[in-house]
């Protein structure tokens, strides 16, 4: 089974910084893509960072200089760091990831999947 979990959210003062992990478990052959969003109460989802295999990365203007994407192919792990952060970065952070995996029949597979959130606070 192919489950994506996510941890690194906490609370921090403006200005501080935060990791967050989304770790792929299963069979996993390649992870192809990886979406951060966001989302704030009364807001909607938005879109913060993305990366894909063959290195592409892009941020959204409110927080590019200030979040990087990075991999640990060795542990099937895509990280988002935060630097500087600012009270408006509150937010439940989510990965969508697409990735390949192993069957049970030893044949790949894509799969699709979102992480469970973490909760990021900045307090000013």
């Known amino acids: 089974q192919v489950q994506l979990v996510e941890s690194g959210g906490g609370l921090v003062q403006a200005g501080g910084s935060l990791r967050l992990s989304c770790a792929a478990s299963g069979s996993i052959f390649s992870i192809n893509a990886v979406d951060w969003y966001r989302q704030a109460p009364g807001k909607e989802r938005e879109l913060v960072a993305s990366?894909?295999?063959?290195?592409?990365?892009n941020y959204a203007d409110s927080v590019k200089g200030r979040f990087t994407i990075s991999t640990d192919n060795a542990k099937n792990t895509v990280h988002l760091q935060m630097n500087s952060l600012k009270p408006e970065d509150t937010a439940v952070y989510y990965c969508?990831?697409?990735?390949?995996?192993?069957?049970?029949?030893?044949?790949?597979?894509?799969?699709?999947?979102w992480g469970q959130g973490t909760q990021v606070t900045v307090s000013s």
């Open positions: 990366f894909t295999s063959g290195g592409n990365t």
């Open positions: 969508a990831a697409s990735l390949t995996y192993y069957t049970d029949s030893g044949e790949r597979a894509d799969f699709g999947s």
